[in-house]
């Protein structure tokens, strides 16, 4: 009986998409059988790179969250809470036929794409497979981006075997990361930005307003990772609030959509008043 993939990442069901990346860093790392001879390190590697290629992908994981291993199992026609479905294309292509028996709404395909070779996973990850034998070194070389380069993709020109090349990063690179191209490895070097904090696909701005408009409401022009946004502060508005404008924060990097920018309100507080400001709030008595 396989083992629940929770357990094995040794995360909780709450975990966010970073914990469950750490953790694979981790256990990958640690059984790899290149650097862990143990007779069942091999065994372990592969069960490690099943729970993270699920957990990572949100309709996997959802689907796994409610149906467990049967999500994955071709032998577990008639499952899924006893609703109805076709298997398309091999153990792994599930098309229901009920809107209401579809865990994720409506009428629709989602191809579940079984489980990719382990060694694949690890070197998308790594960027190396350890092993001199599973094919030719590949070059790696070091990008530096800017945080909305890294944020919103680029262009870079680059010298590669004595010729020059331009090479497009994808959107949604992170600092650290290790993109494999055909020929070649680039390492992401994401410089700290001002502005802007990453925290999984979130991007997060500290934003100052003054006490007059949190007092009074007003409509401020915020960055976003695009162009500036105009949005309404709500009279009364506390410090610290969190503004979450939906899908504009960073594209993942493999495919699944955007997340989300927040916007931080801090208030300014002015630390030199009048004798006339000061009376004024006085009689505000706020």
Do not use: C, W
Request: glycine share 10%; proline share 5%; no cysteine.
């Amino acid at each position: 009986m396989k083992r629940d993939f929770y357990e094995v990442l040794g995360v909780n069901k709450g975990s966010g998409k970073d914990e469950v990346k750490s953790a694979y860093r981790k256990m990958a790392m640690k059984f790899h059988p290149d650097q862990n001879k143990e007779p069942d390190a091999e065994e372990k590697f592969k069960e490690i790179n099943e729970a993270y290629e699920v957990l990572s992908n949100e309709q996997k994981r959802s689907a796994y969250d409610q149906y467990g291993h049967a999500a994955f199992d071709p032998s577990s026609a008639g499952g899924f809470g006893g609703h109805t479905y076709t298997n398309q294309n091999g153990p792994f292509n599930y098309t229901y036929t009920s809107s209401g028996g579809n865990p994720f709404g409506g009428n629709a395909d989602f191809d579940f794409g079984g489980f990719s070779n382990p060694f694949d996973i690890f070197e998308q990850f790594f960027g190396t497979s350890f092993s001199q034998n599973r094919g030719p070194k590949i070059t790696t070389y070091r990008v530096q981006l800017t945080f909305l380069e890294a944020a919103n993709g680029v262009e870079k020109d680059f010298v590669i075997d004595g010729q020059k090349r331009k090479v497009k990063i994808p959107a949604g690179v992170d600092d650290g990361q290790r993109v494999r191209f055909k020929e070649f490895i680039l390492y992401i070097d994401v410089l700290p930005d001002k502005v802007f904090k990453r925290e999984g696909n979130d991007a997060f701005v500290n934003f100052n307003i003054t006490l007059t408009q949190a007092i009074l409401g007003d409509t401020i022009e915020v960055p976003t990772l695009q162009k500036p946004l105009k949005i309404k502060i709500k009279p009364g508005t506390q410090p610290n609030t969190l503004i979450r404008l939906k899908d504009k924060g960073i594209h993942d990097i493999n495919g699944y959509g955007y997340g989300d920018l927040y916007i931080r309100l801090t208030i300014e507080i002015p630390s030199r008043l009048s004798s006339h400001q000061k009376n004024l709030l006085k009689q505000l008595d706020l």
